[in-house]
């Protein structure tokens, strides 16, 4: 898997469960994985901007 943001290509040594977070090693971009097999990731919402609601 190539990471969108940044292009580093990740590599997943454990088995990844649908709906767990994974981040980019390299600029920490967060992943959801939304299918096991195969591998898919989808982008991970991002929360920052939610707070004080
Ligand atoms: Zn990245």
Redesign the pocket.
Known sequence: MQ?D??G?EMKFTTDLETGELVS?Y??G?EYEVTKEKPLALDLAPMEECDWGQ
């Open positions: 990471c943001k940044c580093f980019c390299d600029c971009q």
